[in-house]
């Protein structure tokens, strides 16, 4: 089996995969100091809870946007499961081109996103990742990463608005019951949950402007059904998007790694 470990900002989604399909799946807070031993113990815990084992696991593909953390989740891998992880880097190759001014400057997420939305969905393609930054990213119909772009994430947004604004209180983000609100909490909620609705229509219908054909929009990330459910930009929601790419690029490395080792040696 396939231990998939997505690191954020905010959350690190693992997800155990079984022949290409998801068997379990874990959302955690990330913690920028946690140990190699913190992280092996939390995980063979939760191996435990869904009736798995350590030995189950196989390979442990890694993708992080937290740079301090990657010594540990290496050393986890290695000290609990014996085995050495794939670690997507700037320069993994995935088959696909990237078409920016600094393809290097990619984030380890966003290629996955790309590379997970394009194998499933095809292109053209925009897909919204709604974690600690909105990302927004733009594949083409031949399967190229155009480029995207990134905005303030709805989580840390509202952390902001609460803690510069004393007498407004902390509100549950839920779909609001209407656009006008009749009390301060409603009218939170609908500030919130439309201005994000608003503010992802309008840069997708802006994007969309650039593709030669209409592109399909998937979302992803922790807010990305409660956005969903508003938006009239947003066709569907993956919500395991990025543990999908790290099975899907892991695969593509054992292929080539199965096809190397069949060319004969002179």
Not at 157 to 166: D, N, Q
Request: charged letters at 20%.
């Amino acid at each position: 089996m396939l231990l998939a470990v997505d690191v954020g900002n905010t959350n690190i989604m693992i997800g155990v995969f079984n022949d290409q399909k998801v068997v379990t799946c874990w959302r955690l807070a990330t913690d920028w100091n946690s140990t190699e031993d913190e992280l092996g113990i939390t995980v063979k815990s939760l191996l435990h809870h869904s009736r798995l084992s350590s030995r189950d696991i196989t390979a442990v593909a890694i993708s992080s946007v937290v740079p301090p953390l990657m010594y540990s989740l290496e050393r986890m891998a290695e000290k609990y499961f014996s085995v050495k992880p794939l670690v997507i880097r700037p320069d993994t190759q995935t088959g696909m081109k990237i078409l920016l001014d600094n393809p290097r400057e990619l984030g380890a997420d966003r290629m996955v996103n790309a590379l997970a939305g394009y194998t499933l969905y095809g292109g053209p393609l925009i897909i919204v990742d709604f974690g600690t930054a909105t990302t927004f990213c733009a594949i083409s119909k031949e399967g190229h990463y155009m480029g995207g772009a990134i905005a303030p994430g709805l989580g840390i947004s509202v952390e902001a608005l609460f803690e510069k604004a004393a007498k407004l209180p902390r509100v549950e983000l839920i779909r609001p019951p209407a656009v006008i609100g009749k009390s301060t909490i409603a009218s939170l909620q609908s500030g919130i949950v439309y201005g994000f609705v608003g503010q992802v229509d309008g840069i997708v219908r802006r994007m969309a402007k650039e593709f030669s054909a209409p592109p399909l929009v998937v979302a992803t990330g922790g807010f990305a059904s409660l956005i969903a459910q508003e938006s009239e930009t947003i066709a569907r929601v993956n919500p395991l998007l990025t543990l999908e790419g790290l099975q899907i690029i892991y695969r593509q490395q054992q292929e080539k790694t199965r096809l190397s080792n069949k060319i004969p040696k002179r």
